[in-house]
């Protein structure tokens, strides 16, 4: 890795990284207060939830005509332990433990080698709080960011 020198650096590109650190931290302080403090677990439910509905939002039929109310199950995409892994950078290990609990605790559903998250996660409360606090900052700092331009 080469190490660039400091006069490249624009003070724009320093606003801007640090309004994006400051964001994830306040997104990271909420995770806390509303998921019990376990960075891991928050982590590995979050790569199992957009795993698994992240095709959602590529999906052309639901893009033109979406439902009313929750996503219909068939669109849920089942993920392995191995792929949850790699997309967060944790053991593989330790994944499958979490994973393991959280099936014990029908935080997740297992079917076959996958699992996925059950349906209806925004009617509850947590996730519900979860979901608009992280709209509303990514909305309050992208409206920071441009402030800075390139």
Not at 11 to 29: K, M, P, T
Not at 34 to 51: K, N, Q, R
Not at 59 to 81: N, Q
Not at 118 to 131: I, N
């Amino acid at each position: 890795m080469t190490q660039t020198d400091a006069t490249e650096l624009t003070w724009n590109l320093r606003r801007r990284s640090l309004v994006a650190s400051e964001s994830l931290l306040r997104i990271v302080h909420k995770a806390v207060e509303l998921y019990d403090g376990d960075l891991e677990d928050f982590v590995i439910f979050l790569a199992v939830l957009c795993a698994n509905v992240g095709a959602v939002l590529r999906d052309a039929d639901l893009a033109a005509s979406p439902p009313e109310g929750r996503v219909p199950v068939r669109y849920y995409r089942g993920v392995s332990r191995r792929a949850i892994a790699a997309s967060t950078g944790l053991p593989r290990e330790t994944v499958r433990r979490r994973i393991a609990s959280f099936i014990e605790r029908g935080v997740l559903i297992e079917q076959g080698a996958y699992v996925r998250v059950p349906q209806g996660l925004l009617e509850q409360s947590v996730h519900r709080q979860f979901a608009q606090a992280i709209v509303q900052e990514f909305t309050r700092a992208s409206a920071q960011i441009a402030r800075f331009p390139d």
